[in-house]
């Protein structure tokens, strides 16, 4: 029988994402044991101390293990942390020792959305693709610049590392993992119990953009607020560059180290949101949306919508349209 190890970290952290890879992985043994197969995992929870109290001593788990007392494991999982990420990493530092070791032995690692950052600091990301919520991407980048964060992505899958986005998109990294290890019957199985909407790959349509504004480089935090103020105008790059005594390549460069998008990536994420935010909430039409956000081609603006968002506008509207949705 193999070994899964849920790891319960020191500090705030979220129990659903404990619980729910607990459940969904006790779920896929009795599923097996109903088809005459022995269980294909004995899963514990291990932790730094018998006991770990979350949200404000609300809930306490109480793992089955100590951590030092599992010596090999062949599947980790990680759970998400709370928002103070840099406090969560010197409160686990032996977490992330254990998990050098582990993955040295040969175990597969999975982190749940913000616990790629536990995952990051164990130097294991360096060089490869990982996500992580959206919400934290910038942090993220910052704090970890050698990693590839790709943060559209549901589920990445690299080397026997593995990484989702954020809150419960964790559950199809569980249904990835379950079929990965159990087979495909078994993940449509849990899909269909645990009513979770099975092969979803992208985060995409629950993004925000809000702007990395998390630098120093304060002429580049002006030019991102004329960009995003004026974002439905026609905007000449050059002229931009030159209001601020640059030229276009220092411009473009400059402003790219800094928030990780060219200026006119930015422009077009900026239009795009401010168009999301409308198909939301008015009976405005694809083309007046298009139209209000500085955008005259409509296959251009339906391309690049779904480029950035992951759905056309049209789809867009009906999902998250408030009137659309009571009629």
């Known amino acids: 029988m193999k070994h899964l190890t849920i790891v319960v970290p020191k500090g705030p952290h979220n129990l659903s994402s404990v619980v729910g890879a607990y459940k969904i992985f006790t779920r896929a043994n009795s599923y097996w044991e109903s088809q005459g197969r022995q269980p294909l995992f004995k899963v514990q929870l291990a932790g730094l101390s018998k006991t770990v109290k979350l949200h404000d ?85 910052l704090m970890f610049p050698d990693v590839n964060l790709v943060a559209d992505q549901i589920i990445t899958d690299e080397g026997g590392i593995y990484t989702n986005g954020g809150a419960y998109s964790f559950l199809n990294l569980m249904l990835y993992l379950v079929e990965k290890y159990y087979d495909r019957s078994t993940a449509v199985f849990c899909s269909k119990v645990f009513q979770i909407d099975i092969d979803r790959n992208s985060q995409s349509p629950f993004m925000i953009f809000s702007g990395q504004k998390e630098h120093g480089d304060e002429l580049i935090k002006k030019a991102q607020m004329y960009l995003e103020q004026n974002s439905a105008e026609q905007i000449n790059m050059e002229v931009l560059a030159s209001q601020f005594a640059l030229g276009r390549r220092s411009f473009d460069r400059r402003f790219k180290t800094a928030t990780g998008n060219t200026p006119l990536e930015y422009l077009q994420r900026a239009r795009i949101e401010a168009a999301k935010k409308s198909l939301e909430s008015t009976r405005k039409s694809i083309n007046e949306v298009m139209y209000d956000v500085g955008y005259v081609d409509v296959k251009a603006f339906r391309e690049l919508f779904r480029k950035i968002s992951g759905m056309s506008p049209m789809a867009y509207k009906e999902r998250y349209n408030k009137e659309l949705a009571q009629i």
């Not at 360096?126 to 919520?133: L, N, Q, V």
């Open 57 to 141: 001593d609300l809930f306490t788990v109480k793992p089955h293990v100590l951590l030092n007392q599992v010596e090999q494991t062949d599947l980790v999982i990680i759970p998400s942390l709370n928002h103070d990420f840099k406090a969560a990493l010197p409160q686990n530092k032996v977490i992330i020792s254990w998990l050098q070791e582990q993955h040295t032995k040969g175990a597969a690692i999975a982190s749940i959305c913000t616990g790629a950052f536990l995952l990051a600091a164990t130097g294991l990301l360096k060089g490869k693709t990982c996500s992580t919520h959206w919400i934290a991407a910038d942090k993220f980048r």
